[in-house]
């Protein structure tokens, strides 16, 4: 039985193998990555098999995922070719702000997928936008669906999109603002671990309730933020300090790497 192979032992395939083990998912994965050691750590924690070379992990692909760095892609592709292996026809790239023209420039024979699944995956809660290159069939992208439904929801969105939710979309933005909330709220007088608490109660369980309550972010703004208490002045100051337009620049920051991804 032919499997899933990745091009790449980093930690996006080490996410994606353990979400993929934890919902139960039973087949085939492979890994082929120049530096043996991430290959090993994979096949202990999700029972990935270690391709021996690159043409073996080809010739064994019934799907073959680019999971390398953007900098690496052309380089891994133009290994690809020079292997000699007759790649699937269906291949997806995980590199942030390649372009499917660059990808299909590099591969011209197969159908191409781009997904940036969350790292957040490994607990199968991780968000994977994808967009589809018009050779891509609806079976295989109903077969795409599927395969990262397993570790988390799934938005498929036009390809003009996809730098704007790839700096979006990262789970970094909470882990920042978590390490910031409860920073302030030691610089304040609590100790870390009471400070953690309560930040990540306010950030995460917040979140949640507007997930499960049905309510919109308006009517939950307006419902905690009473005119003159703690969180309406709270969210004053942080509007004056300029909240807002930092998290601009840092998503636009964000779109501008990726973007640059394009070029290499």
Same mark, same amino acid.
């Given at each position: ?12 395939? @080490?996410?994606?193998? &353990? ?31 270690? &391709? ?17 760095? /953007? ?12 292997? @000699? ?13 390649? /372009? ?52 988390? /929801?799934?938005?498929?969105? /036009? ?22 909330? &409860? ?16 930040? &990540? ?12 309550? @049905? ?26 300090? @300029? ?22």
């Amino acid at each position: 039985m032919k499997a899933a192979v990745f091009l790449g032992g980093g930690r996006i395939t @080490g996410a994606l193998a &353990a979400g993929l083990r934890l919902a139960g998912d039973k087949r085939r994965l492979t890994a082929y990555d120049r530096h043996p050691e991430k290959s090993r750590a994979l096949q202990r924690e999700s029972r990935v098999e270690i &391709a021996r070379d690159l043409k073996s992990a080809i010739e064994n692909a019934a799907m073959l995922i680019v999971a390398v760095r /953007p900098g690496s892609v052309k380089e891994t592709l133009a290994e690809v070719v020079a292997s @000699g292996a007759t790649p699937p026809r269906l291949c997806i790239s995980l590199a942030a702000g390649v /372009p499917l023209k660059n990808l299909r420039a590099s591969l011209r024979s197969v159908h191409w997928v781009r997904a940036m699944p969350s790292p957040v995956c490994r607990i199968g809660k991780g968000l994977t936008p994808v967009t589809f290159d018009r050779m891509v069939t609806k079976i295989e992208r109903e077969r795409v669906r599927r395969f990262f439904e397993q570790v988390g /929801p799934v938005l498929e969105i /036009p390809e003009q999109k996809m730098d704007v939710i790839t700096a979006t979309s990262s789970p970094t933005h909470g882990y920042y603002a978590l390490a910031t909330l &409860a920073k302030a709220a030691q610089n304040a007088g609590l100790d870390r671990n009471a400070a953690l608490i309560a930040a &990540a109660h306010a950030l995460s369980d917040g979140i949640v309730y507007w997930r499960e309550s @049905g309510l919109s972010l308006d009517e939950l703004l307006h419902e905690a933020a009473t005119p003159g208490g703690i969180a309406a002045t709270t969210i004053a100051a942080l509007d004056k300090s @300029g909240y807002a337009r930092a998290v601009e620049r840092g998503v636009g920051a964000g779109i501008r790497r990726a973007r640059q991804n394009a070029k290499l």
